[in-house]
C-alpha cells in the first residue's frame, strides 16, 4: 500500500524558513518523480514543486528563488526547503505521487505570520 506522510510544517514569521519531508512508502521511490502542491484557504490546490526520478527540477513562479525541492532515494524522501517565507505562502503543502494512480499525502499545516 503507498503512503505519503509529510511533517515539517508550523508557524513561522515572515522571512523564516521551514523544511517540509515527506515519507513514502510502498513504491519504489527512486523511478518515480514527487511534487508539492499547497492549498489555502478558500482557494485550489496549487502546483509548488516537482523533481523527476533523475532530479530536474521545476518551480511555479511565485516560489522560484525561494523554495528548493530535493530528494533522498536511499531514504524515500522528499523534502521542501523554504526560505523567505510570506505570508502568502500560508497554506496546507501537499506531497504528491503519480503511477497509474494518483496519491497525496494528508498533508501539512505552514502559517506564516508575526
Known amino acids: 500500500q503507498v503512503q505519503l506522510v509529510e511533517s515539517g510544517g508550523g508557524l513561522v514569521q515572515p522571512g523564516g524558513s521551514l523544511r517540509l519531508s515527506c515519507a513514502t512508502s510502498?513504491?519504489?521511490?527512486?523511478?518515480?518523480?514527487m511534487a508539492w502542491y499547497r492549498q489555502a484557504p478558500g482557494k485550489q490546490r496549487e502546483f509548488v514543486a516537482n523533481?523527476?526520478?533523475?532530479?530536474?527540477?521545476n518551480y511555479t513562479d511565485f516560489v522560484k528563488g525561494r523554495f528548493t525541492i530535493s530528494r533522498d532515494n536511499a531514504k524515500n524522501l522528499v523534502y521542501l526547503q523554504m526560505n523567505s517565507l510570506k505570508p502568502e505562502d500560508t497554506a496546507v503543502y501537499y506531497c504528491?505521487?503519480?503511477?497509474?494512480?494518483?496519491?497525496w499525502g494528508q498533508g501539512t499545516q505552514v502559517t506564516v505570520s508575526a
Open positions: 504528491y505521487l503519480r503511477t497509474n494512480l494518483d496519491y
Open positions: 510502498g513504491i519504489r521511490f527512486d523511478i518515480y518523480a
Open positions: 523533481i523527476s526520478s533523475s532530479g530536474r527540477r
